[in-house]
């Protein structure tokens, strides 16, 4: 079982940067693709950033250029740096990843953008 714990939400003015971790409880992680998705009030479950075990990261349309996908396979780290925030970016992000054909999500952290 792989437990995933995200940290780093917070309240950030329009324009701000966070950067959000998700930290993994298994070496086997850096071996397996993982994602970031967000939830906001009222709204499905939305994909965010990908990144593979090679590396090869891909991004959704309303993120791409303002977010950064990253890992630290020493550490079974990934992260993920938003830059430029929008109120619109405000949700609860979650980390996720899939092993044996099981998902796993962490218990998200929250993002809020406003002034």
């Known amino acids: 079982q792989v437990q995933l714990v995200e940290s780093g939400g917070g309240l950030v003015q329009p324009g701000g940067s966070l950067r959000l971790s998700c930290a993994a409880s298994?070496?086997?992680?850096?071996?397996?693709?993982k994602h970031w998705y967000r939830q906001a009030p009222g709204k499905q479950r939305e994909f965010v950033a990908t990144?593979?075990?090679?590396?090869?990261?891909n991004y959704a349309d309303s993120v791409k250029g303002r977010f950064t996908i990253s890992r630290d396979n020493a550490k079974n780290m990934v992260y993920l740096q938003m830059n430029s925030l929008k109120p619109e970016d405000t949700a609860v992000y979650y980390c996720?990843?899939?092993?044996?054909?099981?998902?796993?999500w962490g218990q998200g952290t929250q993002v809020t953008v406003s002034s």
């Open positions: 996720h990843a899939i092993r044996g054909g099981v998902p796993y």
């Open positions: 298994q070496t086997i992680f850096s071996f397996i693709t």
């Open positions: 990144i593979t075990s090679g590396g090869s990261t």
